[in-house]
Antibody
């Protein structure tokens, strides 16, 4: 079955750059039609879509974070990395990675457990 | 791109039905049948319960149903159970560089 898990630093200082890793199993990003996205959720607030990467390395970004976010996948096809620059306390949130099949219209059918990232000096 | 509009909270008694609305524009909800609903229990990751407006993933109870009219989508939960108490989010494809937008979320309380 499909599983995903997020990893990375849980406490970062303002202005730092963070890299979060999504390690998954049960599918490969080398397979046509698959994609992995990142979604975040500040404490007590709503979900916010951040980025999406497709099997063919096509990438999509939230317009509001496009200048700060980069999504990449490794050559093995079982990890995706989200890099976010210039972190600010408002970026404190639980960051989820999720699987999708199809285009950007496709739903996220499997989610990781999430990782809480706190931005504080 | 603004978030889709959902009521902050709804409530219902066990066994009854409730409906949660999700309002957008002709560029998102009204323009495509790519509308999904997610259920999120406290401290847990979201779970997909409806996609493509009204389709249910395998294993999701048929007490959950979805529909859409114009720029507003709806999630109906029938035969409310205590375990349905959770936050619910809608999400839509968007015909712009945004690609994906979520609603503000609705907290369901089962009385």
């Amino acid at each position: 079955q499909i599983t995903l898990k997020e990893s990375g630093p849980t406490l970062v200082k303002p202005t730092q750059t963070i890299s979060l890793i999504c390690t998954f199993s049960g599918f490969s990003l080398k397979t046509e039609g698959r994609s992995v996205g990142w979604i975040r959720q500040p404490p007590g607030k709503a979900l916010e879509w951040l980025a999406l990467i497709f099997w063919d390395d096509d990438k999509r970004y939230s317009p509001s974070l496009r200048s700060r976010v980069t999504i990449t996948k490794d050559t093995s096809g079982d990890q995706v990395v989200l890099t976010m620059t210039n972190m600010d306390p408002v970026d404190t949130a639980t960051y989820y990675c999720a699987h999708s099949r199809g285009g950007t219209y496709a739903p996220f059918d499997f989610w990781g457990q999430g990782i809480l990232v706190t931005v504080s000096s | 791109q603004s978030a889709l509009t959902q009521p902050a909270s709804v409530s219902g008694s066990p066994g009854r039905s409730i409906t949660i609305s999700c309002t957008g524009t002709s560029s998102d909800v009204g323009g495509y049948d790519y509308l999904s609903w997610y259920q999120q229990h406290p401290g847990r990751a979201p779970k997909l319960i409806i996609y493509d407006v009204s389709k249910r993933p395998s294993g999701v109870s048929n007490r959950f149903s979805g529909s859409k009219s114009g720029n507003t989508a709806s999630l109906t939960i029938s035969g409310l159970q205590a375990e349905d108490e959770a936050d619910y989010y809608c999400s839509s494809y968007v015909s712009s560089l945004t690609d994906v937008v979520f609603g503000g979320g609705t907290k369901l309380t089962v009385l």
